[in-house]
Nanobody, 117 residues
Framework: QVRLVESGGGLVQPGGSLRLSCAAS????????MRWYRQAPGKERELVAS????????TYADSVKGRFTMSRDNGKNTVYLQMYSLKTEDTAVYYC??????????WGQGTQVTVSS
Protein backbone atom coordinates (compact mmCIF):
# COMPACT_ATOMS: atom_id res chain seq x y z
CA GLN A 1 0.00 0.00 0.00
CA VAL A 2 1.50 3.28 -1.13
CA ARG A 3 1.69 5.86 1.62
CA LEU A 4 3.08 9.41 1.61
CA VAL A 5 3.18 11.38 4.86
CA GLU A 6 4.14 15.05 4.81
CA SER A 7 5.31 17.01 7.82
CA GLY A 8 7.09 20.22 8.72
CA GLY A 9 4.55 22.85 7.79
CA GLY A 10 3.62 25.74 10.02
CA LEU A 11 3.37 29.48 10.43
CA VAL A 12 6.42 31.54 9.51
CA GLN A 13 7.09 35.21 8.94
CA PRO A 14 8.01 36.57 5.53
CA GLY A 15 11.69 35.95 4.89
CA GLY A 16 11.71 32.90 7.12
CA SER A 17 12.53 29.28 6.38
CA LEU A 18 10.87 25.89 6.72
CA ARG A 19 11.82 22.36 5.81
CA LEU A 20 9.12 19.97 4.70
CA SER A 21 9.54 16.19 4.79
CA CYS A 22 7.67 13.42 3.02
CA ALA A 23 8.09 9.86 4.26
CA ALA A 24 7.20 7.26 1.65
CA SER A 25 6.34 3.58 1.97
CA UNK A 26 4.74 0.79 0.02
CA UNK A 27 6.88 1.02 -3.10
CA UNK A 28 10.55 0.89 -4.12
CA UNK A 29 11.27 4.52 -3.37
CA UNK A 30 14.69 4.77 -5.00
CA UNK A 31 13.22 3.82 -8.40
CA UNK A 32 10.78 6.73 -8.69
CA UNK A 33 10.86 10.44 -9.35
CA MET A 34 9.18 12.43 -6.60
CA ARG A 35 7.39 15.76 -6.67
CA TRP A 36 6.17 18.52 -4.40
CA TYR A 37 2.99 20.35 -5.35
CA ARG A 38 1.13 23.12 -3.59
CA GLN A 39 -2.39 24.46 -3.63
CA ALA A 40 -3.36 27.88 -2.39
CA PRO A 41 -6.98 28.77 -1.54
CA GLY A 42 -9.01 29.30 -4.70
CA LYS A 43 -6.15 28.23 -6.96
CA GLU A 44 -5.25 25.11 -8.86
CA ARG A 45 -2.64 22.72 -7.57
CA GLU A 46 0.75 23.59 -9.04
CA LEU A 47 4.02 21.73 -9.37
CA VAL A 48 6.71 23.25 -7.17
CA ALA A 49 9.68 20.92 -7.52
CA SER A 50 10.65 17.47 -8.70
CA UNK A 51 13.61 15.17 -8.16
CA UNK A 52 14.72 12.29 -10.31
CA UNK A 53 15.08 8.77 -9.00
CA UNK A 54 18.60 8.28 -10.26
CA UNK A 55 21.17 10.96 -9.77
CA UNK A 56 18.73 13.23 -7.99
CA UNK A 57 18.53 15.96 -10.61
CA UNK A 58 15.97 18.58 -9.70
CA THR A 59 13.63 21.00 -11.43
CA TYR A 60 11.76 23.94 -9.93
CA ALA A 61 8.91 26.25 -10.74
CA ASP A 62 10.11 29.70 -11.72
CA SER A 63 8.33 31.17 -8.70
CA VAL A 64 10.52 29.23 -6.24
CA LYS A 65 13.78 28.88 -8.15
CA GLY A 66 16.71 30.02 -6.05
CA ARG A 67 14.67 29.90 -2.82
CA PHE A 68 13.59 26.25 -2.56
CA THR A 69 15.75 23.13 -2.63
CA MET A 70 14.39 19.62 -3.02
CA SER A 71 16.43 16.61 -1.94
CA ARG A 72 15.99 12.94 -1.21
CA ASP A 73 17.41 10.32 1.12
CA ASN A 74 16.90 6.92 -0.47
CA GLY A 75 18.07 5.22 2.72
CA LYS A 76 15.23 6.83 4.66
CA ASN A 77 12.64 6.75 1.86
CA THR A 78 12.15 10.47 2.39
CA VAL A 79 12.12 13.61 0.28
CA TYR A 80 12.60 17.10 1.60
CA LEU A 81 11.74 20.59 0.52
CA GLN A 82 13.93 23.24 2.08
CA MET A 83 12.27 26.63 1.71
CA TYR A 84 14.12 29.90 2.24
CA SER A 85 13.10 33.55 1.88
CA LEU A 86 9.46 32.63 2.17
CA LYS A 87 6.89 35.03 0.79
CA THR A 88 3.21 35.48 1.60
CA GLU A 89 2.41 34.04 -1.82
CA ASP A 90 4.04 30.75 -0.78
CA THR A 91 1.12 30.18 1.58
CA ALA A 92 -0.53 26.92 0.53
CA VAL A 93 -1.04 23.29 1.37
CA TYR A 94 2.02 21.39 0.18
CA TYR A 95 1.61 17.86 -1.15
CA CYS A 96 4.07 15.09 -1.87
CA UNK A 97 3.46 13.09 -5.06
CA UNK A 98 4.60 9.93 -6.78
CA UNK A 99 3.39 8.79 -10.17
CA UNK A 100 3.18 5.22 -11.37
CA UNK A 101 2.84 4.30 -15.03
CA UNK A 102 -0.08 1.93 -14.46
CA UNK A 103 -1.89 3.18 -11.37
CA UNK A 104 -1.25 6.91 -11.71
CA UNK A 105 -0.76 9.55 -9.05
CA UNK A 106 -0.59 9.09 -5.31
CA TRP A 107 -0.73 11.97 -2.86
CA GLY A 108 -0.08 12.59 0.78
CA GLN A 109 -2.54 14.35 3.06
CA GLY A 110 -0.68 17.64 2.71
CA THR A 111 0.94 20.02 5.16
CA GLN A 112 -0.12 23.63 5.62
CA VAL A 113 2.45 26.38 5.14
CA THR A 114 1.34 29.87 6.16
CA VAL A 115 3.62 32.85 5.58
CA SER A 116 2.34 35.86 7.47
CA SER A 117 3.54 38.63 9.71
Amino acid sequence: QVRLVESGGGLVQPGGSLRLSCAASGFTFRNYDMRWYRQAPGKERELVASIASAGGSTTYADSVKGRFTMSRDNGKNTVYLQMYSLKTEDTAVYYCNVRFRVTGDYWGQGTQVTVSS
